[in-house]
């Protein structure tokens, strides 16, 4: 089988998650690299780990970068930290006003507030970064590298996260409207309150994208074992739970060929768990991807990847 629908002009944000070293960063790049010979195709690499680089072996980093010898395509890095550190930058004062305002708390509360990090603020930023690039929609296609399973998770809870945060900051503004009306008779809105509309703006936007199956898919990347399986089955379920269901799911490092008596082992020793995928996620698209020779680097190397990914018949290999 092969990767289907991710051409489909209707979906934009295409995000691979899974366990550490399965092979998500090589399935990421290689699928922007087949969609880019046909839409304005934007990477985006969430891992700090500066994989994309790595995997391309070109230079890539927080600006945008085009990537000659492909079709259309341009890669970026968004690091939760710079973004976060951006925001707080850019947000102090209302922050520290917002804080103020509160009736319960005294400076050394508010000084404490502020040095702690607003829960899911971090991740909610870089996944507003990319949000802002599907809405000033420069790009066609936006395929999203996480980092391993619990980055991916705290990116896809973020929203929630922030949302509770911004409940309570909403009860505390809500305590100082009272007050100040009680006082003057009236009261108009600020630039504490102008902020967290922005920010719960923010969480919609980025929950109405990723609640949209139609606009966004989520693909784990899972190989065949066992504790690959489990956290693969575990990251589905909660996914599951903020509505992002996946339609298919890639199996990667498959030992294809059995023309040593190593590979004849590695192979036997996978079909249990081949097997076992194929029951767990019956409901998934599964597109196998052999183990390679070599290490899967630069273009051409991807290349091969790409074209195991996106035509079937390339892929030879049976589990039945
Ligand atoms: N099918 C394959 N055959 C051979 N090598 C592979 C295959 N898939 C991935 N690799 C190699 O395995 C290593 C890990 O791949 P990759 O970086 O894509 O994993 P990852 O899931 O993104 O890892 P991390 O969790 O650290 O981000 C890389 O060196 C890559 O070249
Ligand atoms: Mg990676």
């Known amino acids: 089988m092969a990767l289907k629908g991710l051409e489909n002009n209707d979906l934009e944000l295409i995000i691979f998650g899974g366990k550490g070293g399965v092979g998500k960063t090589c399935c990421a790049v290689a699928t922007a690299l087949a969609l880019s010979e046909n839409f304005k ?42 973004a976060l550190s951006g925001f707080i930058a850019e947000h102090q004062g209302e922050l520290k006003k917002l804080l103020e305002t509160s009736t319960a708390l005294d400076d050394a509360d508010i000084e404490e507030m502020l040095s702690l990090t607003i829960p899911g603020i971090d991740e909610v930023m870089s996944f507003k970064t990319i949000i802002d690039f599907i809405e000033e929609g420069q790009f066609e296609k936006y395929v999203v590298d996480t980092a391993p399973t619990g980055h991916a998770l705290r990116l896809i809870s973020s929203p929630k ?99 040593c008596e190593y590979c004849k082992r590695r192979k036997a020793g996978q079909l249990p768990y081949l097997k076992e995928i194929s029951k767990t996620f019956e409901n998934l698209n599964m597109v196998e991807v052999p183990m390679f020779a070599e290490e899967i680097k630069g273009i051409a190397a991807l290349g091969k990847l790409k074209e195991v990914l996106f035509k079937a018949e390339t892929n030879e290999h049976n589990i039945n």
């Open 41 to 82: 195709t934007l990477l985006i690499s969430t891992d700090p780990a500066h994989s994309v680089s790595d995997c391309l072996e070109q230079q890539v980093g927080f600006n945008l970068v085009k990537i000659g010898g492909t079709g259309n395509l341009s890669v970026i890095e968004v690091v939760a930290e710079e």
């Open 161 to 259: 996260m922030l949302d509770e945060w911004i409940k309570v900051a909403a009860k505390i503004r809500w305590k100082y409207r009272y007050m100040i009306t009680s006082f003057s008779g009236s009261y108009q809105p600020d630039a504490v309150d102008t902020f967290l509309l922005g920010l719960k703006k923010t969480v919609n936007r980025i929950e109405n994208i990723l609640g949209n199956n139609t606009k966004c898919e989520f693909i784990p990347v899972c190989i065949p074992e066992a504790m690959a399986i489990l956290e693969t089955e575990r990251l589905l379920s909660i996914l599951a739970k903020s509505e992002i269901i996946g339609r298919q799911i890639i199996v990667n490092n498959v030992m294809a060929s059995d023309e």
